[in-house]
């Protein structure tokens, strides 16, 4: 180990979350939640915002980053109690989808479990009603997504000018949602005397000039994404025919090491019609989509998270924030268009410490995506037998029949791959769905994947 490495892992292991002058009440809610240490972004992210600092955050889902913005804020509506004004908010914390809004919330509730602040969820995919209901008296936190919010400020039904804390999560995939002009709208309409915290999980020229436009002197953090262990993920590949693929998925499914597993597939219509055939084989599935309303996306996810049903299907909407334990497979019924999508996907399986297996089902057509993700990781996937006929290990004239081949490291995007990913850009581009929120986008987010670990941390990130 480097004396560089040692000496991060040495003031990482000093600072206790009691170290950074948080309350006794919120380390009573973090130790029941069993977290004593703070992640690094935690550790210089907590005393900036106590310090009444803006931040400009490079940090992405995995790295506490929830936290490290919520802990503070809670602390400091502790501190100086008092009430919101009528439809307003104290806090603002904007998030790209519904689910991520949701489990912002989720989190305040558990930090706050004693402190007990007042939250609401505004995002699109419900009913207006109970939020508005929500919000009347002035409340301390609003999470939102920006369609929903901008629908409710001109309705009148929400004022920020009494807000004085704005959180701007994942502002990356919100712009690439094409929420930036809403985002300008919403922080023109909050008063200038606040304190402002973006995050994001790269930097691109826009976000920065965000930045310059909404921050002042903020304090810059950039955290590499905590170490995903993609060397303890056993990926696989099995070449078969389109037509073959739902049996080999029943097959793969219905094997004794499989207690939890995600399916992803590239559309949402395969997304359901692969749910259908899952059941129809008596395999307990659940399908979470863009298209899918709100409450039906949450009661999937509830479902899956409880164990009441084995598979989730999921476009890629499910590959990015969504934190379910436990998950031993990840298989892509398709491959992604874009390579890093692929190093999404298989990233929500070995999580905590755990292993997990990632089999991708690859048709002839599909070979070219394949390369792009084997030139991306750095080796060849091993290759597991095919029952069910067509495509022959055989016929890969790269394939190795087991382990780790390494191929040439990625430095320069292939031509091929940049192919795949016009191709992707042209019939996926950012469409709302059935209730005009663009949130819910499965190519918009699928895109944003594909920027955010690794071409933004580079290949350490896949090979640490
Ligand atoms: P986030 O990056 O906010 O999505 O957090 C990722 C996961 O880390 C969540 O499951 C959090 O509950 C968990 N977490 C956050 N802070 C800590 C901590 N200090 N120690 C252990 N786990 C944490």
């Known amino acids: 180990m480097t004396l560089r490495a040692r000496r991060k892992i040495e003031s990482y292991q000093l600072t206790q979350f009691s170290d950074l002058g948080l309350a006794e009440v919120l380390l009573r809610a973090l130790s029941g939640e069993g977290y004593t240490t703070?992640?690094?972004?935690?550790?210089?992210?907590?005393?900036?915002?106590?310090d009444g600092q803006d931040v400009l955050g490079t940090a992405q889902t995995g790295t506490g980053k929830t936290a490290a913005f919520v802990l503070p804020i809670l602390q400091q509506i502790i501190k100086q109690p008092s009430s919101s004004n009528p439809k307003g908010c104290r806090v603002l914390i904007l998030a790209p989808t519904r689910e991520l809004a949701s489990q912002i919330a989720?989190?305040?509730?558990?930090?706050?479990?004693?402190a007990r602040p007042s939250v609401a969820v505004v995002v699109g995919g419900v009913r207006p009603g109970p939020q508005i209901k929500a919000i009347a008296p002035g409340i301390d936190?609003?999470?939102?997504?920006?369609?929903?919010?901008?629908?409710?400020?001109?309705?009148?039904?929400?004022?920020?000018?009494?807000?004085?804390?704005?959180?701007?999560?994942?502002?990356?995939?919100?712009?690439?949602?094409?929420?930036?002009?809403?985002?300008?709208?919403?922080?023109?309409?909050?008063?200038?005397?606040?304190?402002?915290?973006?995050?994001?999980?790269?930097?691109?020229?826009?976000?920065?000039?965000?930045?310059?436009?909404?921050?002042?002197?903020p304090t810059e953090v950039a955290v590499a994404p905590e170490?995903?262990?993609?060397e303890k993920i056993d990926q696989k590949v099995m070449q078969v025919d389109a037509v073959s693929k739902r049996r080999a998925l029943v097959d793969i499914l219905k094997g004794p090491?499989?207690?939890?597993?995600?399916?992803?597939?590239?559309?949402?219509?395969?997304?359901?019609?692969?749910?259908?055939?899952?059941?129809?084989?008596?395999?307990?599935?659940?399908?979470?989509?863009?298209?899918?309303?709100?409450?039906?996306r949450e009661r999937s996810l509830a479902a899956f998270r409880a164990g009441h049903v084995k598979v989730l299907v999921a476009t890629d909407i499910a590959a990015?924030?969504?934190?379910?334990?436990?998950?031993?497979?990840?298989?892509?019924?398709?491959l992604p268009h874009v390579p890093e999508v692929y190093v999404h996907r298989i990233g929500r399986t070995a999580r905590a410490g755990k292993n997990g297996v990632a089999i991708s089902l690859c048709d002839r057509e599909e070979r070219s995506l394949l390369r792009d993700i084997e030139r991306l990781v750095g080796y060849s996937l091993a290759t597991i037998p095919n029952p069910f006929g067509g495509e022959a290990p055989s016929a890969r004239p790269d394939s190795k029949p087991k382990g780790r081949t390494p191929t040439k490291p990625n430095r320069r995007r292939p031509a091929q791959s940049r192919k795949n990913q016009a191709k992707f850009a042209a019939t996926n581009g950012n469409r709302r769905d059935h209730n005009g929120n663009a949130d819910s986008d499965d190519a918009g987010l699928a895109r944003v994947l594909g920027k955010v670990g690794v071409s933004a941390a580079g290949e350490n990130y896949l090979r640490r």
Not at 106 to 114: A, Q
Not at 320 to 334: A, C, K, P, Q, T
């Open 38 to 50: 703070p992640t690094p972004i935690q550790t210089r992210v907590i005393p900036a915002i106590l």
């Open 106 to 114: 989720d989190s305040i509730r558990t930090y706050g479990r004693i």
């Open 141 to 217: 936190f609003i999470v939102a997504t920006p369609g929903r919010l901008l629908d409710h400020m001109s309705a009148g039904a929400i004022q920020l000018n009494g807000t004085t804390t704005v959180v701007l999560d994942e502002a990356d995939q919100m712009m690439d949602l094409g929420f930036l002009p809403a985002i300008r709208r919403i922080l023109a309409k909050i008063p200038e005397r606040r304190q402002t915290i973006l995050l994001s999980a790269t930097m691109p020229k826009q976000i920065r000039g965000l930045a310059k436009d909404f921050l002042r002197n």
């Open 227 to 230: 170490s995903r262990p993609i």
């Open 257 to 296: 090491q499989v207690d939890r597993a995600i399916v992803f597939t590239r559309t949402k219509r395969g997304a359901d019609k692969v749910n259908d055939h899952l059941e129809k084989a008596g395999i307990s599935a659940s399908a979470i989509h863009g298209n899918k309303s709100q409450r039906e």
């Open 320 to 334: 990015r924030g969504i934190d379910v334990d436990d998950i031993s497979h990840v298989i892509n019924f398709e």
